[in-house]
């Protein structure tokens, strides 16, 4: 065999061992990542069950959020049009999300889009629910733009029961099993809303809508109803 023939072959064969290494080092990453044990978890963040969505309320009232029941997605423009009666206002702004979107807005000027400056009232549907602190958790994409989150003065957002989980980890976890796929694409922005705006910088003094909205609604749907 002449030395540049062994030449090619052996930098063939390196070739391949680099890729097969790359594989090899992505296959225990993907491993290391299924096993991975969570840390300490408080007892509220182990709830299961119904028992989730009743300290989602308790931890989400003490954040000074405010939470309204639902029997089905059917009830919820009537609710809504009752809080934009609230703000003095007729306009709503909402997430272009496929829920949201087959819903009856009558005696509302509504319209479906990004937020804005000028925006009274927003609407959106939420990805999960942490029971653990009460946070809305937000991720961004076409049905939920993240001006939503902080550009109302009033947010109110949709969530189902059955999308509130315990804890954190499993909230990171139901994003790495929703990407899927061979090549998992995670969302570009992870928003965790715990209550309305707030600060207390200046003088001590807390201050509700100093970097967001100054009202979080929350309309809660029993999962048990369609």
Partial sequence: MSK???????????VLDLKQDRIVRTQNAE???RAATPNLIPARGRAEGLTRAII?????KFAQAEVRKLVNLKAVPDIVRD????????ALKIAP?????????????????????????GLSRAYAGVAETGTLVMVSGPASPSTLNFLPDVHIV????????????QVWSRLR???????????????????PSRTADIEQTLLLGAHG??????????????
């Fill in 31 to 33: 491993q290391r990542i």
């Fill in 158 to 169: 949709v969530i189902h029961t059955e999308d509130i989980v315990a804890n954190y980890e």
């Fill in 83 to 90: 809080i934009c009666q609230e703000a003095q206002t007729t």
């Fill in 4 to 14: 540049a023939r062994t030449e090619i072959f052996a930098r063939l064969k390196s």
């Fill in 213 to 226: 909205p100054r009202k979080l609604i929350i309309l809660l749907i029993d999962a048990k109803n369609p």
């Fill in 97 to 121: 999300h496929p829920e949201l979107q087959v819903l009856e807005w009558q005696g509302l000027n509504v319209e479906f889009g990004p937020g804005a400056g000028s925006d009274l009232v």
């Fill in 177 to 195: 099993q929703d990407a899927g796929g061979d090549t998992p694409v995670m969302p570009r922005t992870v928003n965790w809303i715990t209550g």
């Fill in 56 to 60: 989602f309320e308790e931890e989400a």
